[in-house]
C-alpha cells in the first residue's frame, strides 16, 4: 500500500510541477520556475508518504508566500 501511494503522490507533484515549471519559464519568474524544478525532482527522495505530502505542500505554496 505504501509504494503505491508514494507513486500516486509522486506523479501528482509532478504533474503540478511540470505546470509551475512552464508557467516560470514562459512568465520569465525565477520562483515558480525553481518550485516546479523542485516540485518534479524531490519525489524520489522521500522515503514516507507523510514526508512527501507534507515536502509537496510546502513547496506549492512558496509561489504564493515569496513574489520576486
Known amino acids: ?35 516546479g524544478l523542485a516540485l518534479f525532482v524531490f519525489p524520489y527522495f522521500m522515503p514516507s508518504v507523510t514526508m512527501l505530502l507534507i515536502v509537496g505542500v510546502v513547496l506549492m505554496a512558496i509561489p504564493y508566500f515569496i513574489r520576486l
Not at 505504501?2 to 509522486?10: F, K, P, V
Open 1 to 35: 500500500m505504501d509504494g503505491s501511494s508514494i507513486m500516486i503522490w509522486s506523479v501528482l507533484f509532478g504533474s503540478i510541477g511540470v505546470g509551475f515549471f512552464m508557467y516560470g519559464r514562459k512568465q520569465k519568474a525565477i520562483v515558480p520556475l525553481c518550485t
